[in-house]
């Protein structure tokens, strides 16, 4: 078998794949909308169980999977198990999980805006949900967004105030600087930026650099 034969059989592999991939996607979907706490119950399980695993390529593949089909459903307890995986301890899964949540909450606010809330409650502190769930809300047009960002802003976790800091900013509403005045002089230190430009600041470092950038865009 030539190179190119080799090539080709592996695209129609890849497409029958997919084709499989889709149809059980949209099979469990179905079935999903008419018993969807059964589904949820059993892909919350399936969540703990890749979130476990040791290979991160498996899997970040099963809790991708799951993401998505959690995000072609509806309710409450759709919100929480999404949530679960954006707590999950892999980067891919995280991301996708935030994307469908995202979707979710641009459709039906108070749902998500609800599970963020019942999120504060029920995750540790550390929790990498807690500092990717500001992020996520900074791009969401609802009104509720800020006063949502001041509970994270309430937390002792260093890592998730500076994350509502940043999400606070990004929003540009002055309401925010009410919030973050009490923070200036806090000397919980946060790690900021991406790879090469990450840095370590101190919240109340942070919150003086995000009301002068508040007062500036005042004029």
Do not use: W
């Given at each position: ?57 498996e ?10 089909l ?23 899964a ?49 009104g ?18 500076a ?15 009410k ?41």
């Amino acid at each position: 078998m030539s190179h190119h034969d080799d090539i080709d059989a592996g695209l129609l592999a890849l497409f029958a794949a997919e084709r499989d991939a889709r149809k059980f996607h949209d099979a469990l979907a179905l079935g999903g909308k008419a018993d969807t706490a059964a589904l949820v119950a059993k892909l919350s399980v399936a969540t703990a169980d890749a979130n476990a695993l040791d290979d991160e390529e498996e899997g970040s593949l099963r809790l991708v999977a799951i993401a998505r089909l959690l995000g072609e459903l509806d309710g409450d307890d759709v919100v929480d198990a999404l949530i679960d995986v954006l707590d999950a301890r892999f980067p891919e899964a995280r991301s996708e999980a935030g994307e469908q949540l995202q979707g979710l909450a641009f459709e039906r606010f108070k749902e998500v805006a609800l599970g963020v809330e019942r999120a504060l409650g029920r995750k540790e502190l550390g929790s990498p949900c807690l500092v990717e769930l500001p992020y996520l809300l900074a791009d969401v047009p609802e009104g509720g967004v800020v006063k949502l960002l001041g509970r994270f802003i309430a937390l002792e976790d260093a890592d998730a105030v500076a994350a509502a800091i940043e999400a606070l900013v990004t929003i540009g509403d002055d309401a925010a600087v009410k919030l973050l005045l009490p923070l200036q002089g806090d000397t919980r230190m946060s790690v900021v930026g991406e790879d090469e430009e990450r840095t370590e600041i101190s919240i109340g470092e942070l919150a003086t650099e995000a009301i002068e950038l508040f007062q500036q865009r005042r004029g």
